[in-house]
């Protein structure tokens, strides 16, 4: 077969321009990325080789070898594990098959000061190779394949795969080094680098230099060590292979669980949001081992969807080596390991978050929107996750706890009140928390998607019910006044009048609301709209119509202030014949205002203009 030239995927080429190009400053960090992907490799064929042992015939002892070349200028890092063949080669190293990556590049700004942060949150792996090798070629034969491969590339744009032939099993990556790059050459350098970085690979990492051999690295699994033998960079270290992350870890957990069930669990939570953390998938990124075996990367039955954040290492001495996909899923010792590190995980957050000197804030700016979907997924640990959980309020620019929040519930006052949005800013403008600001009722700001659905879930916190102010009516009625004093609001229209006025605006508007009605939650805007009690909130409204397209919205109740100046001209207008006339374009023009306060379009621009003009004609 003759040489092919391919194109890069469009994201590879905007990743290797800023890996090229400005990404990191220590540059060193390509070795350890190269000997994490050969790890990798060799921990995925010596699973598979238990169920097909031929895979390793004449070749299982698994090793990385690392071989400097100072004469031709290369440095070749060399691995017997599972390789790969041509469809392998064009999807690993020619496109980024990866959850999430399309939202990825569109966060790109083209600033590449600006993008090495995301780049670093993304991981590089491969690529960053091309940091100090002006090409790169890649020799591979898969494990069980007859054929091998050869793949090329300058990191330009393009790549070459060639069939090649007496190839080892395992995959060879020779870097051909930029100039001014010959450190990496050097065997203290490499050493060096590989003590740094690659000491806890649980397989032997030889450097073949100056005629001779040596193993440069412990060769032994980190997670198997005692915790008083490992130092804080070993554990950071082992966090970036494992995670194949750039940040370091907020929190390392890292313990042994013995009894009826023995496992060890390496778990650390990243300083960085991944960012892969809202697909859709939600996938798990622990990896599990049985008797330090590498069994899979991608255990949902390890953890609950809500602690997908977690990275690193769970490593079970009962469970049976050959687990398949189906044994995973029915295992009853899983789900005992699973209900361990849920216990244990939440236990060490609550830790965190009751530790003035910690940095929960953090962590929860990172995390929180995640952490919630707990409460509305897990109803055994809900109020183990609830205690944990952190909120913005009308009262309080930095997240609190719901305890904190009882605490300073106004005399008279029964529920938890709550209101969702998009921002917190335009949340906290809202018409619809008017009354409860004035009363001096705390209110909970909730702007995460996952919002909409677990108050609803959870119903009560220490007997106190969550209750949305933007659904159903408003009774402020028994909640005492701020400080005692008397409340100082406008005289209302009177009932007679509100009447008349409420009754010719149903006419105007007909089915375009559910009901007017007077508002106990208004203090200075005229009008807002709100949810019936059982009704879907208009922001969940608006979200499921952003994803399922233009449904038709459903008529809302129109709440009128009557105590609102132009409510009271309005309302003593309406005596009389003919008020449904003369009212029906304030009617329209003051529902298409609760509308957009609310942040709805309005359905007739055109008619929404012509009534504006109309009535400010008149005004003037």
């Not at 809900?382 to 944990?388: A, C, N």
């Not at 397209?549 to 009557?562: F, H, S, T, W, Y």
Request: net charge negative; glycine share 6%.
């Amino acid at each position: 077969m003759a040489e092919e030239k391919l194109s890069f995927q469009a994201e590879v080429s905007k990743l290797l321009d800023i890996v090229v190009h400005s990404l990191y400053s220590n540059k060193e960090i390509f070795l350890r990325e190269l000997i994490s992907n050969a790890s990798d490799a060799c921990d995925r064929l010596r699973y598979a080789a238990l169920t097909q042992a031929d895979l390793i015939a004449g070749d299982g002892d698994f090793r990385i070898i690392i071989t400097p070349d100072k004469a031709a200028r290369t440095l070749t890092i060399r691995d017997n594990g599972i390789g790969m063949n041509r469809a392998d080669l064009v999807e690993t190293l020619g496109t980024i098959a990866r959850s999430g990556t399309a939202q990825f590049v569109k966060q790109l700004s083209g600033d590449a000061k600006k993008d090495v942060s995301l780049i670093g949150q993304f991981g590089v792996g491969f690529y960053s190779a091309f940091m100090v090798a002006e090409k790169v070629d890649v020799f591979t034969r898969r494990a069980g394949e007859e054929q091998g491969w050869r793949w090329s590339s300058e990191g330009l744009g393009e790549f070459v795969v060639a069939e090649e032939a007496g190839l080892d099993r395992g995959t060879r990556i020779v870097m051909h080094l930029r100039a001014g790059e010959d450190e990496f050459l050097e065997s203290y350098r490499l050493r060096h680098i590989i003590k740094t970085y690659s000491d806890h690979i649980a397989l032997p990492i030889v450097l073949v230099a100056d005629d001779k051999e040596e193993t440069a690295n412990s060769a032994s699994a980190l997670w198997t060590r005692s915790k008083s033998e490992i130092t804080k960079e070993q554990y950071t270290e082992f966090y970036h292979h494992v995670a194949h992350a750039f940040d370091d870890p907020w929190m390392t957990l890292h313990y042994k669980a013995e009894g009826a069930i023995e496992y060890t669990g390496l778990l650390f939570v990243p300083s960085q949001k991944p960012f892969d953390i809202f697909h859709p998938d939600r996938k798990q990124h622990l990896k599990l081992y049985v008797k330090r075996v590498f069994i899979t990367d991608d255990c949902a039955e390890l953890l609950p969807a809500y602690l997908r954040f977690l990275r690193g290492v769970v490593d079970s001495q009962d469970l049976p080596l050959n687990l398949s996909r189906e044994m995973l899923q029915h295992n009853p010792m899983l789900a005992k390991i699973k209900t361990g590190l849920v216990k244990r995980v939440l236990s060490e957050l609550k830790k965190k978050s009751e530790d003035s000197d910690g940095d929960f804030a953090s962590f929860w700016n990172c995390f929180g929107a995640v952490l919630k979907e707990g409460l509305y997924e897990d109803f055994e640990r809900r109020d183990e996750v609830l205690e944990i959980c952190r909120f913005r309020t009308t009262n309080s620019d930095e997240p609190i706890t719901l305890a904190a929040y009882l605490d300073r519930m106004k005399a008279g006052q029964e529920a938890i009140y709550y209101i969702t949005g998009d921002e917190v800013e335009t949340v906290r403008k809202s018409p619809l928390l008017e009354g409860y600001i004035a009363k001096g009722v705390e209110v909970l700001l909730l702007t995460d998607p996952i919002d909409e659905f677990w108050p609803s879930a959870v119903n009560a916190f220490r007997e106190k019910n969550f209750r949305s102010v933007a659904q159903g009516a408003a009774d402020l009625s028994a909640v005492k006044s701020e400080d005692g004093e008397q409340e100082k609001a406008a005289e209302p229209a009177a009932n007679d009048e509100m009447d008349a006025l409420i009754a010719s605006f149903k006419l105007a508007l007909g089915e375009q609301v559910k009901d007017v009605r007077s508002s106990a939650r208004l203090t200075s805007s005229p009008v807002c709209l709100v949810a019936d009690d059982g009704d879907v909130s208009m922001h969940l409204e608006r979200l499921l119509r952003q994803h399922q397209g233009g449904a038709k919205r459903p008529p809302r109740i129109l709440e009128v202030n009557p105590a609102h100046p132009l409510i009271r001209r309005l309302a003593n207008d309406a005596k009389g014949d003919g008020a449904v006339e003369r009212l029906t374009d304030a009617a329209h023009l003051l529902l298409d205002q609760a509308r957009i306060v609310e942040g709805e379009a309005v359905p007739d621009t055109q008619a929404f203009a012509q009534r504006l003009s109309m009535m400010l004609e008149r005004a003037v």
